[in-house]
Each structure stands twice: as structure tokens, then as C-alpha cells.
């Protein structure tokens, strides 16, 4: 269907809300980056959304660039595997890298991208997340700063995707497990 309504549950996190977080972590960042010059680095396609909310609450110089990387599976569930579609055009040596997330799950992606830019000789690498479903992680890999933890559930909106749909509804919902089921017996 075209209607919001008809794929939400129910809202988790309202406009609102996600505003207060993209706040709360902009400060925080605002501090900790102060004097560093850091390179925030938004991961395509999902942190698009987060990346420029939580940019314009940090008052920090800073340098932005983008990178995509995937983690492929089915839809619903990510393989382990990841892919480095797209890299950052900035050299990553010596910087401060913040990586900008919009949801950190079983943690693959995020251990991939520290990992490699590390090996690049990054001074630092930190990931900020919107969400944090600590619940299916299954790398050892640390999220520096999140805006909330979330239960395992199917969340869409500001930027997460079912199948590619739904970034753009601008709140975070829980996705109506019919939608799931429907796709399923086509
Ligand atoms: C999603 C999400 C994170 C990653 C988290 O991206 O935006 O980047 O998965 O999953 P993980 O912790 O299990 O690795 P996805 O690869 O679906 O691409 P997208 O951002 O283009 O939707
Ligand atoms: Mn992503
Ligand atoms: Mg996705």
C-alpha cells in the first residue's frame, strides 16, 4: 500500500524525539570534538537522513564526506558479509573519523569501516549511531555514541529501509509484521 498507516505498527520514535536525540549528541560531540577538525563520515544510504540533522547541532570545523558500504542479505537479515561500494574521497590518515550511522545491528558494517580505516592510519575512529539494537550483535565492536537502544524489531523511517522503501517517512516506526509476511508468500 502507499499509506503510512496501513505499514506502521506504531511510532517509536517521533519527529520530536529524533530532534531532542540529534541535540543531545550534537552537544556531547560539539565537546568532544572541539579543536579536531574531524571528517564525519555519513554511510550510504540509511545515514543520509541522521547525517544532516546531526551535523548542523555540532559546532565543530569539520570536513564531510560519505562512503557506502553494504551489508548484503536477504532483506532481512544481513549475511556477515560486507562490501565496500563506494569509498570516502578524503585521505583518512592522521584524522579524527566520526562515522555517522543510523542503526548499528549485528555490528558487521561497523566493524568492517573501523577496521579498514584504522588500517589506514586514522588517529581515531568513532561511530555515532541514531539506534543501537545491542540485541543482535555479533561483532565486538563499539558504538561511541547513540541516540537510543532498540529492541529487535523492524524499524523504518528517517532513513532505515524495508527493501529499500521508507527512508523518507520522517519519523521511526515498527513495520506491521503483515508487511514482512505479504513479501514473503509472493
Ligand atoms: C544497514 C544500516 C547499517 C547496517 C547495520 O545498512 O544502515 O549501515 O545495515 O547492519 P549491521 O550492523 O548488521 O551490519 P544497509 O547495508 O542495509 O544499507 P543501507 O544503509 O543502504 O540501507
Ligand atoms: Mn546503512
Ligand atoms: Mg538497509
Not at 529501509?161 to 506491521?176: A, S, T
Amino acid at each position: 500500500s502507499d499509506n503510512i498507516n496501513d505499514i506502521i505498527d506504531h511510532v517509536l520514535y517521533s519527529q520530536e524525539d529524533i530532534q531532542e536525540m540529534c541535540k543531545r549528541l550534537g552537544k556531547q560531540l560539539t565537546e568532544d570534538y572541539a579543536g579536531k577538525d574531524p571528517l564525519v563520515v555519513g554511510v550510504l544510504k540509511g545515514a543520509v537522513f541522521f547525517m544532516t540533522d546531526l551535523v548542523r547541532q555540532m559546532d565543530v570545523k569539520m570536513q564531510n564526506d560519505f562512503m557506502d558500504v553494504s551489508s548484503y542479505g536477504d532483506g532481512f537479515e544481513s549475511s556477515g558479509k560486507v562490501r565496500l561500494d563506494i569509498d570516502v574521497q578524503a585521505d583518512v590518515k592522521d584524522r579524527d573519523v566520526l562515522l555517522v550511522e543510523d542503526i548499528v545491528d549485528t555490528g558487521h558494517t561497523l566493524k568492517f569501516m573501523k577496521d579498514l580505516l584504522t588500517e589506514r592510519g586514522a588517529k581515531s575512529v568513532k561511530c555515532c549511531a541514531l539506534l543501537n539494537k545491542t540485541e543482535r550483535r555479533e561483532d565486538d565492536v563499539v558504538v561511541d555514541y547513540y541516540g537510543a537502544k532498540v529492541a529487535n524489531e523492524f524499524v523504518v523511517g528517517y532513513g532505515l529501509d524495508y527493501l529499500n522503501e521508507y527512508r523518507n517517512i520522517p519519523f521511526i516506526g515498527v513495520l506491521k509484521p503483515e508487511v514482512i509476511q505479504a513479501n514473503l508468500n509472493r
